[in-house]
């Protein structure tokens, strides 16, 4: 086996990430407080404290490409429990949004995440149904979670028709603005 | 009190209960809401996991409105709170940042506003005490574990209102409703709501976890203040119960339904009959034993009374006939009372001795005798012991 050196190009984008997070990855001691309290970690290919590790070692790619980011609830518990500081919630946030430009995500929470943007984008309010159907028919599941949509509409809790603001511009203009400053 | 409002999406979606009993509450508790014109949605969860600035610029735009206006903003919904605080946090913290979000969303921000969760309103600035004024129907019997999910509390920095870990504000107020709050260990742990569209088998999981320890700590019901949490919890309760091929059948209250409900509003004013898991037979089963509790109460309060009013109504006339037969009964039988009022004979001997010798101190004890014979053994024994060491002296 051949051991080579984490290329500078990871090495660089390691430390945008963490830039981007406002967290220092070599803080961790890799005690494992965050995986242990993870509600999720149970599901993780990679528990938290590997994603973080990973990160130390300049193995970003695999940190990218692993389900836990997609899997991370953003519930927070690993950052407020790290004794060390590390801001894990932030750095998954990081990772999701530089795995998203480079167009590595699982598909079904970035499909959801997006249906839910694009309702804000167009409303200025989210709009329950629209972003069911809309995640529905991206990740080819027709008729999930359809047995709630009868019974919500008897509590009223959905409506057919979106909410929409008045100033509908407004929200449009800072998604663009927004995007041009170096967001999606 | 008064506050602007950013009720959110949810309360006016699948958290429309949470929306009508809050209005309630408000109006309850004297706040007067003045909801913030034109609000849009603050992006949640989707938002800061797709684009940073815009998940800034979101909630920006509702602050910059609610600066405006003046005065701090409550924001019911978890995720609403979390984002505002987070933005709210930014804008006060990073100049830089300050002015590219004020940029985007083309309005000015300062950073003045401050974003308020409901529990820290109810529990912070009204407090218990007025909100126990409040109540007239007591959920005296009810058996609740307080919710508080993961983005009220955490991270500390942004919120800060109550622990991350073991937060109370929910658990006092409901205790201030007559309920009991119990303790369990899921708190604070995530329901996993933001991946039941995306990844229900992962979200159901988490979701069964939290219901079976709130289950195993022998909780009736769940209260929340999140509506997120309160949907899955209560929609999605199906779904979780699948996973563990279990029945809870555990009913999900809002802190403010149940705030409304014991201040005597109706149930359906706080959208009762619009949960998942039917919420209006165990509040039948919970009014049935608050009267039951009541009635107890009343009782032993009756019965504590009475006993206080026969000690107060003795005749005074009667009471001194009683201690002046003692009196000559001490008289007449000085030894024999000495052994009434101590079994040990050394003793009883020197009490004899004191009582022939000193009339005062036999008058005490023939009062005593009548109002409270334990008292008078007592001081008898307090007499000779005093004798005694007067005696050694």
């Known amino acids: 086996m051949k051991l080579i050196p984490a290329c500078a190009e990871d090495k660089d984008l390691i430390s945008r990430l963490e830039a981007d997070a406002g967290t220092n990855v070599n803080l961790c001691y890799q005690c494992g407080k965050c995986s242990a309290g993870c509600p999720a970690a149970f599901a993780m290919d990679y528990p938290p404290r590997q994603i973080i590790r990973l990160l130390q070692l300049g193995m970003v790619k695999p940190a990218l490409q692993a389900e836990s980011i997609w899997i991370c609830a953003t519930c927070e518990t690993c950052s407020t429990r790290c004794p060390r500081g590390v801001d894990i919630a932030s750095l998954m946030d990081a990772l999701r949004r530089e795995a998203l430009r480079q167009g590595q995500t699982d598909k079904k929470v970035a499909a959801f995440n997006q249906a839910f943007l694009s309702c804000v984008k167009l409303f200025g309010r989210t709009y329950e149904a629209g972003i069911l159907l809309q995640h529905n028919l991206k990740t080819g599941q027709p008729f999930k979670d359809a047995q709630y949509g009868l019974p919500m509409m008897k509590r009223g809790k959905v409506s057919v028709l979106p909410t929409r603001i008045n100033n509908r511009d407004e929200i449009k203009k800072i998604f663009e603005r927004a995007q041009e400053l170096g967001g999606e | ?393």
């Open chain 2, 1 to 393: 009190m008064k506050l602007a409002y950013y009720p959110g999406c949810s309360l006016e979606g699948s958290g429309i209960e949470y929306g009508m009993s809050m209005e309630r509450t408000a109006e309850i508790l004297g706040i007067e809401l003045i909801e913030l014109d034109d609000w849009n949605c603050c992006g949640a969860t989707s938002g800061h996991s797709t684009d940073k600035l815009l998940s800034l610029a979101l909630p920006a735009r509702n602050l910059a409105i609610a600066e405006e206006i003046g005065l701090p903003m409550l924001a019911p919904c978890a995720a609403c709170y979390s984002r505002h605080r987070a933005t709210e946090h930014t804008v006060k913290h990073d100049e830089k940042m300050r002015e590219t979000i004020a940029h985007v969303i083309d309005k000015d921000i300062k950073g003045t506003s401050e974003t308020l969760s409901i529990l820290d309103v109810l529990a912070n600035h009204i407090g218990v005490d007025k909100i126990a004024e409040k109540v007239t129907k007591p959920l005296l019997g009810m058996k609740a574990v307080c919710y508080y999910g993961c983005l009220l509390v955490r991270p500390e920095e942004y919120t800060g209102f109550d622990d991350p870990e073991d937060p109370q504000t929910m658990d006092v107020v409901l205790k201030a409703l007559g309920a009991e709050a119990l303790d369990w260990a899921y708190k604070t742990e995530c329901c996993g709501a933001s991946l039941l569209t995306s990844r229900p088998e992962v979200g159901n999981t988490m979701l069964y976890e939290v219901l079976r320890n709130a289950r195993e700590v022998g909780a009736e019901c769940i209260v929340t203040a999140c509506p997120l949490c309160g949907m899955n919890l209560d929609m999605r309760q199906g779904a979780a119960e699948k996973v563990g091929n279990t029945k809870f059948g555990l009913p999900v209250y809002y802190i403010t339904e149940l705030l409304a409900l014991a201040a005597g509003e109706s149930r359906q004013a706080v959208g009762i009959d619009r949960h998942f898991v039917e919420a209006g037979s165990y509040l039948d089963d919970v009014e049935k034993r608050a009267a039951e509790i009541k009635a107890e109460l009343e009782a032993k309060a009756q019965a504590k009374e009475a006993a206080a009013s026969v000690e107060k109504d003795i005749d005074p006339e009667a009471r001194q006939k009683k201690v002046d037969a003692m009196i000559k009964a001490f008289e007449k039988n000085p030894d024999k009372m000495a052994k009434r009022l101590i079994d040990d004979e050394e003793r009883a001997a020197v009490l004899l001795e004191i009582i022939s010798g000193d009339s005062k101190k036999a008058v005490r004890l023939a009062e005593l005798m009548v109002d409270n014979s334990e008292k008078a053994s007592k001081a008898a024994d307090a007499f000779v012991t005093a004798e005694l060491k007067k005696r050694d002296k």
